[in-house]
């Protein structure tokens, strides 16, 4: 089955492209992003983690590209953004943000390494329906929606030099 199918068969489409993005060019993003300054969010009734908003990164459109092939629906990049999460970060739910216009949400793990528990999970009316591991160059690609929230789980502290490193995209339809 085609990605598109897959997308198209589901009531609530949400699916992962495995290794989307290499080693090598996971490793240049990393480094790239290593030389701009992190925003420390540490509110912790919402969250606690490092983030970047709107990175200058040459594979959002790319990205978008990707999301436009997958749901069939001409889509552009209206928000990004980079989460750094270390042993003892999270995102919780009620950090998240409601959407009534069906934006697409991608997330691309640029992690070096895979990082176990740490994942990120879409809630639809509070029960958890799907999961992206932290595994390094996978893809998701989700349909947002009114009744659809998501969270980043707790990084252990049991893995000291954990990084968690995820593009998070918000694409709505393009017009032009």
Not at 6 to 32: K, Q, T, Y
Not at 70 to 75: A, D, F
Not at 111 to 131: I, M
Request: aromatic content about 6%; some cysteine.
């Amino acid at each position: 089955m085609s990605l598109r199918a897959a997308w198209s068969a589901s009531p609530m489409p949400a699916l992962i492209v495995p290794a989307a993005l290499g080693a090598e060019l996971a490793a240049a993003m990393r480094a790239e992003l290593e030389r701009v300054t992190y925003t420390r969010c540490a509110l912790l009734d919402r969250g606690s983690y490092d983030y970047v908003d709107a990175p200058k990164l040459a594979a959002l459109d790319v990205l978008a590209g990707v999301a436009t092939e997958v749901t069939g629906r001409p889509l552009a990049v209206a928000a990004s953004r980079v989460l750094r999460l270390r042993p003892g970060d999270y995102l919780l739910t009620r950090h998240d943000r409601v959407h009534d216009d069906r934006p697409i949400e991608l997330a691309l793990d640029l992690s070096a390494a895979p990082v176990a528990g740490a994942e990120v999970h879409w809630r639809h009316r509070g029960q958890v329906y799907f999961t992206m591991p932290t595994v390094p160059g996978t893809l998701a690609i989700v349909e947002r929606g009114p009744t659809v929230m998501c969270n980043h789980t707790y990084v252990s502290k049991r893995w000291a030099n954990a990084s968690v490193v995820r593009l998070m995209v918000l694409l709505r339809p393009e017009h032009g």
